[in-house]
Nanobody, 122 residues
Framework: QVRLVESGGGLVQAGGSQRLSCAASGGSFSSYTLAWFRQTPGKERKFVAVIDWDGDTTSYADSVKGRFTISRDNVKNTIYLQMNGLTPEDTAVYYC???????????????WGQGTQVTVSS
């Protein structure tokens, strides 16, 4: 069983930056597609970014292109989400997810972390 634990969330002012981390254990990290999703209260979980097994392919939601960067370190078994130019619309619980296949939807992923709260104030 794969366990994912997010960290790095918190309160940040609009225009600021934040880096999220997700540490993985219990599986073959280097074989997984990894993704970040986010969810606001009462709404469905939405895709943010994805990175393939070797880090060669990345993709981003239109709302975060040019501001967010996903990366992975297969030695540390950790993925990251660097978030720049944050706005109040980025406020959400951010989740990391893993699966053996590549996908853009929450239902495509088998393993999930517990989430970390990011709050952007104006």
């Amino acid at each position: 069983q794969v366990r994912l634990v997010e960290s790095g969330g918190g309160l940040v002012q609009a225009g600021g930056s934040q880096r999220l981390s997700c540490a993985a254990s219990g599986g073959s990290f280097s074989s997984y597609t990894l993704a970040w999703f986010r969810q606001t209260p009462g709404k469905e979980r939405k895709f943010v970014a994805v990175i393939d097994w070797d880090g060669d392919t990345t993709s981003y939601a239109d709302s975060v292109k040019g501001r967010f960067t996903i990366s992975r370190d297969n030695v540390k078994n950790t993925i990251y989400l660097q978030m720049n130019g944050l706005t109040p619309e980025d406020t959400a619980v951010y989740y990391c997810a893993a699966d053996s296949n590549f996908g853009y939807f929450s239902e495509d992923y088998q393993y999930w972390g517990q989430g970390t709260q990011v709050t952007v104030s104006s």
